[in-house]
Nanobody, 122 residues
C-alpha cells in the first residue's frame, strides 16, 4: 500500500489542524493505521493508532484529549484532528500501516508515508 500524508502547516499555539493520509490499494481496510512524529534532533515517536475497523484507538499520553484519529475505509483515508496544539507538537508527522506488528513502535509498521511538517508557534 502507498501512503500520502497532507495537511501540515503553521498554526499558533491553541489552534487546530487536520492531517489526512490517503492510501492506495484495495486492501486498505486490512491494515491498522498509525501516526508517528519526529521533531528535529529526536527519534520518531508514536502518536496515535487505529485498528482496521476504526473501532479501537490508542493515544500517546502527550496527545490524549487533544488529538483524534479516524478512518474512512470507503475512501481509503485516515485523519488526525489536532486541537489545543502546543509548541511541543512541532514535528514531521508520518502515517503508517501495519498488519500485525507492534503497534507502538516504528518497526511494527510495514508502510510509511512521506511525512508532513507541522509547526506550532508560541
Amino acid at each position: 500500500v502507498q501512503l500520502q500524508a497532507s495537511g501540515g502547516g503553521l498554526v499558533q499555539a491553541g489552534g487546530s489542524l487536520r492531517l489526512s493520509c490517503a492510501a492506495s490499494g484495495r486492501t486498505f481496510s486490512s491494515y491498522a493505521m498509525g501516526w508517528f512524529r519526529q521533531a528535529p534532533g529526536k527519534e520518531r515517536e508514536f502518536v496515535v493508532a487505529i485498528n482496521w475497523s476504526g473501532g479501537s484507538t490508542y493515544y500517546a499520553e502527550s496527545v490524549k484529549g487533544r488529538f483524534t484519529i479516524s478512518r474512512d475505509n470507503a475512501k481509503n483515508m485516515v485523519y488526525l484532528q489536532m486541537n489545543s496544539m502546543k509548541p511541543e507538537d512541532t514535528a514531521v508527522y508520518y502515517c503508517a500501516a501495519r498488519i500485525r506488528g507492534r503497534q507502538y513502535y516504528t518497526d511494527g509498521y510495514d508502510y510509511w508515508g512521506q511525512g508532513t511538517l507541522v509547526t506550532v508557534s508560541s
